[in-house]
């Protein structure tokens, strides 16, 4: 059974940094691309940033710069450094796995979805 778990969520000030946890069991996590997504209120969920098994990357413009993916393949966990922070990131984050053998477009969401960490950035 698939499960993602994140932490590190919290609240921050304008210009801090959060570094977000996901820890992934019940997948082959090397055959899965991981990503970030965000959900503010009133908005849909968007991509926040993906990294795939060699660690290429994909990130919102909104967030270049300022946020780095990273995964651990041993420990089966991804991460979300975030520097910079603006009131505008606040919002609850998602990790995800999608499988490269589900025949979906590239840097598409998987199927296994993280239960979400809160961040907000107070200004």
């Known amino acids: 059974q698939a499960q993602l778990v994140e932490s590190g969520g919290g609240l921050v000030q304008a210009g801090g940094s959060l570094r977000l946890s996901c820890a992934a069991s019940?997948?082959?996590?090397?055959?899965?691309?991981m990503g970030w997504y965000r959900q503010a209120p009133g908005k849909q969920r968007e991509l926040v940033a993906a990294?795939?098994?060699?660690?290429?990357?994909n990130y919102a413009d909104s967030v270049k710069g300022r946020f780095t993916i990273s995964r651990d393949n041993a420990k089966k966990t991804v991460y979300l450094q975030m520097n910079a922070l603006k009131p505008e990131d606040t919002a609850v984050y998602y990790c995800?796995?999608?499988?490269?053998?589900?025949?979906?477009?590239?840097?598409?969401?998987?199927?296994?979805w993280g239960q979400g960490t809160q961040v907000t950035v107070s200004s």
């Open positions: 019940g997948i082959i996590f090397m055959i899965n691309d």
């Open positions: 990294i795939n098994p060699v660690g290429s990357t």
């Open positions: 995800n796995a999608r499988s490269r053998l589900d025949g979906q477009a590239p840097w598409s969401p998987g199927a296994y």
